[in-house]
């Protein structure tokens, strides 16, 4: 999410928030604990990667945040050149803990011989964390990415969502999510 924001001194700055290494990947810029910014190298990227991971591998949900002044009084239109150039400013882990009830219904379900998939806009070894608290996940459960469920084909996606013993379709949005839900039903999966 980019919003465009005036400061108190007249200054316009695109502030942004998202996934953190999709919007480090629009950076070249970091701001580092003394305030002042420098040019981002390839070191600073994969230390903003572990402690992403190390956030995530916890069950957190963390974004990341950049900006950019914006040059003269033009706004770009198009996203993509807006979002281009950032300064990377951090990281926030926020915990989202699942309601207490849930490792209980996981059980039942799993003791009633149901399978469960998660589908969700997590990141991967988010999501996989929060399974594994909640017994969804047991063993080694195969990721995949929303990116990745769109472009299998229809024959390789029922083999994985029939086959695959622990599923976690990861970054979902609503249109995967739905064509997960058609092709369990076309596999003859039913809901109540």
Same mark, same amino acid.
């Given at each position: 999410m980019t919003t465009a924001d005036e400061e108190p #001194? %007249?200054?316009l700055w @695109?502030?942004?928030?998202g996934a953190p290494l999709e919007l480090l990947e629009r950076c070249t810029a970091v701001? %580092?604990?003394d305030c002042v910014d420098r040019h981002l190298m390839e070191e600073d990227r994969l230390n903003v990667r572990? &402690? /992403? &991971?190390? @956030? +995530?591998g916890e069950g957190l949900r963390v974004l %990341? /945040?950049? &900006?950019?002044k914006i040059s003269g009084r033009e706004l770009e239109e198009d996203c993509g050149r807006a979002e281009s150039g950032l300064t990377f400013l951090g990281? +926030? +882990?926020l915990e989202d803990p699942p309601r207490p009830d849930v490792a209980e219904a996981v059980s039942r379900c799993l003791a009633a011989g149901i399978r469960i998939i998660v589908v969700t806009g997590d990141h991967g070894l988010t999501a996989e964390a929060v399974a594994r608290r909640v017994g969804i996940v047991r063993g080694s459960p195969r990721v995949v990415s929303s990116a990745e469920a769109d472009a299998m *084909?229809? #024959?390789e996606l029922d083999s994985l969502l029939r #086959? +695959? *013993?622990e599923l976690i379709v990861a970054r979902s949005n609503p249109e995967t999510k739905l064509h997960v839900v058609d092709a369990l039903r076309a596999e003859g999966q039913r809901w109540p």
């Open positions: #001194d %007249g200054s @695109y502030h942004v928030k701001r %580092g604990a572990r &402690e /992403f &991971e190390r @956030y +995530a %990341g /945040f950049a &900006e950019r990281l +926030a +882990a *084909p229809q #024959d #086959d +695959a *013993p």
